[in-house]
């Protein structure tokens, strides 16, 4: 056993692997052929990838408030398939035919493989490649789990906004022959969030904020100076697009100045206080753009929300290129 160990972490820490520490027993103690991977250490103190993490939980958490669920961590509190049977009936509004509690290794299988299976049946006509399984989400396997949620925040279209571009080193431990081998593959856990939603047309804005920066200023004083006209009549004024329209209220109030029309202050919150609230006022803000003769726009209204600065310049442009030559 001893000796396993020692070729386990001779094997993790070879030249042609960095050193790699916090190797457990464990983590060595391989059958034939059987392979183990574990996420860097350098990666886990990635800010980006602590941000995942941290907006995930904080996500599980909120969906199942009501079921007096607290997940502290993701491998050891989703592994057996009870928290995760829970969020997928409170996402998708439906109740899974499953033991409520197991505590046997293949009960646990046995549940994790129905709602995976339930899983796969929502995502698999949207294109999504399924990046983890029965074996990889019980064996506490942290990149499996993380795909899962981003595609499961993805597809529910959560009310968060993900790091994007977040990459992790895993080191991928394999037995062959009595010999431990080890190497290092990039994974990627999100990408841009259009991409990740399925929308992969890059746009204008792509461009500006990839390649352009310094026009990014120029393009938000045109937006200010455009939407400062209209407003300026209700004695309003824009001075940061990001925060200022994040509420919605100044986007009911614009497409009602465009258009000519009273917006009744019953069918939106003046003064939103949460976050559905102030979803609500972008979701009826872009129910009254496409009313206007407006295609929809590109912006999730959860994005709006969260100060996502380009999906706000998005919704403005398209405004703006229709209702620039409005008194």
């Known amino acids: 056993m001893s000796d396993l160990q020692e070729e386990g972490k001779n094997a993790i820490n070879s030249p042609m692997s960095p050193a790699l520490a916090d190797i457990h027993p464990e983590d060595t103690q391989l059958e034939e052929n059987e392979e183990r991977?574990?996420?860097?250490?350098?990666?886990?103190?990635?800010?980006?990838?602590?941000?995942?993490?941290?907006?995930?939980?904080?996500?599980?958490?909120?969906?199942?408030?009501?079921?007096?669920?607290?997940v502290k961590q993701l491998e050891e509190d989703l592994y057996d398939g009870q928290v995760l049977?829970?969020?997928?009936e409170k996402l998708a509004g439906c109740k899974l035919n499953v033991t409520e509690v197991t505590q046997s290794e293949i009960g646990q299988k046995q549940k994790l493989?129905?709602?995976?299976?339930?899983?796969?049946?929502?995502?698999?006509?949207?294109g999504w490649a399924l990046r983890w399984s029965v074996d990889s989400i019980h064996g506490k396997n942290l990149v499996a789990i993380l795909h899962l949620l981003v595609s499961l925040a993805m597809h529910f279209r959560a009310p968060i906004r993900l790091p994007e571009h977040v990459t992790v080193q895993v080191v991928v431990v394999r037995k062959r022959e009595g010999l431990l081998h080890s190497s290092h593959i990039s994974e990627e856990l999100t990408t841009a969030t259009e991409m990740m939603m399925g929308r992969f047309e890059r746009d204008a804005f792509d461009t500006l904020f990839d390649h352009a920066p310094d026009k990014l200023s120029v393009v938000k004083k045109s937006l200010i100076t455009f939407v400062n006209k209209h407003l300026n009549k209700l004695n309003l004024e824009v001075t940061e697009l990001e925060t200022q329209f994040a509420d919605g209220v100044y986007l009911v109030l614009l497409m009602g100045l465009l258009e000519d029309y009273f917006v009744p202050l019953h069918n939106?919150?003046?003064?939103?206080?949460?976050?559905d609230q102030k979803v609500h006022n972008?979701?009826?803000?872009?129910?009254?753009?496409?009313?206007?003769?407006?295609k929809k726009p590109k912006a999730r209204p959860e994005d709006v929300v969260n100060l996502d600065l380009k999906s706000t310049l998005r919704v403005l442009y398209n405004l703006f290129t229709k209702y620039k030559n409005v008194e």
């Not at 049977?85 to 997928?88: C, D, G, P, R």
Request: overall charge negative; cysteine-free; hydrophobic content about 45%.
């Open 113 to 126: 493989q129905t709602v995976l299976e339930a899983v796969h049946d929502l995502l698999r006509p949207r």
């Open 282 to 294: 972008v979701s009826f803000a872009f129910e009254l753009m496409l009313d206007g003769g407006l």
């Open 85 to 88: 049977q829970k969020l997928l």
């Open 37 to 70: 991977t574990m996420i860097d250490p350098t990666s886990r103190d990635d800010p980006k990838f602590k941000e995942l993490v941290k907006v995930l939980l904080n996500w599980i958490n909120d969906v199942l408030v009501e079921e007096r669920i607290i």
């Open 268 to 275: 939106f919150y003046l003064t939103p206080e949460s976050f």
